[in-house]
């Protein structure tokens, strides 16, 4: 594994120390990313604050026409990145290229978004209009499930109104957004991108910082909360995207085939970690064997292994945290009276592997269907009337996504109505884009992204107003 390097003001700088990066096939050390120093994030700031000042914000063609070149040196370097992703991350390289290729559809999408002046009054006596304005330098906080997706769609919102960035990735895959940051240096002007590498302490000074103007963080809601208060006591803007617990209900009419394929790939995808996709399934229960069998089915055909290996469809949990936390969540509920129809624990063999695990018989309120858990293992649980399972679909602190199934969409989309999050879709699940609003109720989210909802929270509006 090559050395990568923080990228601030344009520049390659090494840590003043290091971390250990673990490869999750194996569970064993296999690199070292730089340690970011206090020193060093004050200079990555800095750098910010002065292209910010400078040309960035002022040269609207000119940042239009940068995230493009951008998006083209991310497209020529998605095998290289793609790489190093799949080895930090353990996800099959096929995975890891999406992730940049989707990137850099993010910088191309928000290039092209016209931000208009909304012309408020225009008379004999007078003339107003709203505008919006950039807000300043961008503490951004990625993941690691999606590393680069997410950094890049955080990115392109912030640049596109003309901020600047200091980009943060999770400490268990740093290297992947160094190597990003590598190729990008090339292309944005110095100070525009900044990204650095460190743990839960260099998230902390970030969010602190007196020159970040806004935050942009997506994690847990434990995190989210601690950067609220954070932000609080400067004011600062933030949008936060939180965890998860997305249900679905699958309606008496449905197509139990059809839902068991849609739903498994979209709950299974990432090996399970993916903030937005299938948690707990809901099935009225003269469906439930048929849709717990294929289920089950598609859970046994799945293919693990390496992410390097080009036949498999599933690799390592990413970490061993998230490993533990989907082996207790699992073993909790087996302890509790469930039925692993499929999977149901670790697998044996180095890393961090766990089989595709399918539940049934859950008794209600187990900890696995009240709780996030991020992995490979999914609760099907039956339910007799449509009101039971709204109920227990909507009685939690999560409110990211949710799905209903059935045949008769008016049915299934009247239902879809009555689930509270901020994504609901009916005969499928996860369909995101660009273009649309991406945001969470109750604890899943503060903020919007996407869109031209999700640039405007990269703006402040101004008023300008002229008397005639």
């Not at 083209?72 to 096929?94: C, F, M």
């Not at 399970?272 to 717990?292: H, M």
Request: charged share 20%.
């Amino acid at each position: 594994m090559s050395e990568h390097t923080l990228t601030i003001n344009g520049e390659g700088i090494a840590g003043t120390a290091s971390f250990d990066v673990i490869d999750p096939s194996t569970g064993e050390v296999f690199a070292t990313a730089p340690e970011t120093s206090a020193e060093q994030l004050d200079d990555a700031f800095a750098a910010a604050q002065r292209a910010f000042k400078t040309s960035w914000r002022k040269d609207e063609d000119g940042r239009r026409a940068l995230m493009h070149k951008a998006a083209d040196a991310l497209d020529a370097s998605a095998d290289q990145i793609a790489a190093v992703l799949t080895t930090e991350h353990g996800k099959p390289l096929a995975e890891s290229a999406f992730e940049v290729h989707g990137g850099a559809m993010w910088l191309r999408y928000c290039a092209d978004l016209d931000l208009p002046r909304e012309v408020l009054k225009d008379n004999e006596n007078e003339y107003a209009e709203a505008v919006r304005r950039p807000i300043g330098p961008v503490a951004a906080i990625s993941p690691w499930n999606y590393p680069i997706y997410i950094s890049l769609a955080k990115i392109a919102q912030a640049l596109r109104p003309g901020n600047t960035v200091v980009l943060k990735p999770s400490p268990f895959t740093p290297l992947s957004s160094l190597a990003m940051g590598e190729v990008l240096r090339g292309v944005l002007p110095a100070g525009v991108l900044n990204v650095v590498s460190g743990g839960n302490e260099l998230g902390a000074l970030m969010t602190q910082h007196p020159l970040a103007r806004k935050i942009t963080f997506t994690g847990s809601i434990a995190t989210g909360k601690r950067i609220a208060a954070a932000a609080a006591s400067d004011l600062k803007r933030m949008t936060l995207e939180l965890g998860g617990n997305d249900p679905v209900i699958v309606l008496d009419d449905a197509d139990v085939e059809a839902v068991a394929t849609k739903v498994y790939a979209t709950a299974f995808a990432n090996n399970g970690q993916t903030c937005i996709a299938p948690k707990r399934v809901y099935v009225a229960e003269a469906l439930k064997p048929a849709l717990v069998e294929a289920l089950a089915e598609r859970a046994r055909a799945t293919r693990i292994g390496v992410g390097t290996d080009p036949e498999t469809e599933q690799g390592p949990q990413n970490n061993l945290p998230q490993y533990k936390r989907v082996t207790e969540l699992v073993a909790d509920a087996l302890a509790h009276g469930a039925k692993a129809a499929a999977g149901g624990g670790p697998i044996d063999r180095p890393g961090y592997f766990f089989a595709p695990t399918i539940l049934t018989d859950l008794p209600e309120h187990t900890r696995i269907e009240d709780e996030e858990q991020f992995g490979p293992a999914l609760p099907v649980i039956g339910y007799r009337t449509v009101d039971e399972a709204l109920e227990r679909a909507n009685n939690t602190t999560f409110g990211l996504g949710a799905s209903v199934w059935g045949t008769n969409i008016d049915r299934a989309t009247a239902v879809a109505e009555q689930m509270e999050a901020g994504q609901v879709w009916t005969n499928t699940h996860n369909a995101i884009d660009p273009s649309f609003p991406f945001a969470g109720q109750k604890w899943s989210s503060i903020g919007v992204e996407g869109g031209h909802w999700g640039i405007e929270s990269f703006t402040e509006v101004q008023l300008q107003y002229r008397a005639k």
